[in-house]
């Protein structure tokens, strides 16, 4: 299995990369091949929404975008781990999505389908941390994943979500956090 794993807090050894690493254990134990993206260490502007992606499917910015834009259209599977910020998927994490966009217009505007170029059974996976205990404090960043893996063309598959985890490092005081995205890699490492 191709993984595309997508580090999308700014926050360097946060708990939203803490936890990913766990799943990513899972993934590798299984033989699964990882490519790790950080966000944070490249240089992206938003979507401009210009339109020039509706006729090419192609973003018309030329950016580090370039880079990740292979892997979201390559991978059997592409797992996103972002913090909540405000109810919502962090702005850097949500700067990429928008930015698929053109990936949107390749598939619903110029009818290339990404899942003709890789495995039938491509899915997508969420991974989030979230300060707030508040009921619908995933609520937002569940539904733009759910939309963003559509574009890709790929099955929203599974997503582990924490609340009341803030502190840099505090998902490894919670009990069952690490071990479950753990459990979950070694899982879909092995549906294949």
Known sequence: MNTAAIYGSPRKDGNSDLLLRSFLRGVRQQGGDVHEIFLR???FSPCINCGACNKTGICALRDDMDKVYPYL?????????????????????????????AL???KYLLKEHLS????ANARGILL???GSK???????????????????????????????IDS?????????????????????????
Not at 116 to 119: A, D, T
Not at 140 to 160: E, K, P, Q, V
Not at 173 to 189: K, R
């Open 116 to 119: 003709e170029k890789r495995r």
């Open 168 to 192: 840099k490092g505090a998902i490894l005081e919670h009990t069952t956090a690490c071990d479950e995205a753990y459990n979950l890699g070694i899982s879909v490492a092995t549906d294949n």
């Open 73 to 101: 259209q390559q991978s059997d599977m592409v797992v996103i781990s972002a913090p909540v910020f405000f109810y919502a998927m962090n702005a850097l994490a949500k700067a990429m999505v928008d930015r698929s966009q």
């Open 128 to 130: 989030s941390v979230g």
């Open 134 to 164: 508040g009921k619908k404090n995933f609520e937002g960043i569940i539904l733009t994943a759910r939309y963003f893996f559509d574009a890709l063309d790929m099955d929203f598959s599974h997503h582990l979500v924490y609340g009341g």
């Open 41 to 43: 260490d490249l240089a």
């Open 104 to 106: 949107w217009s390749k």
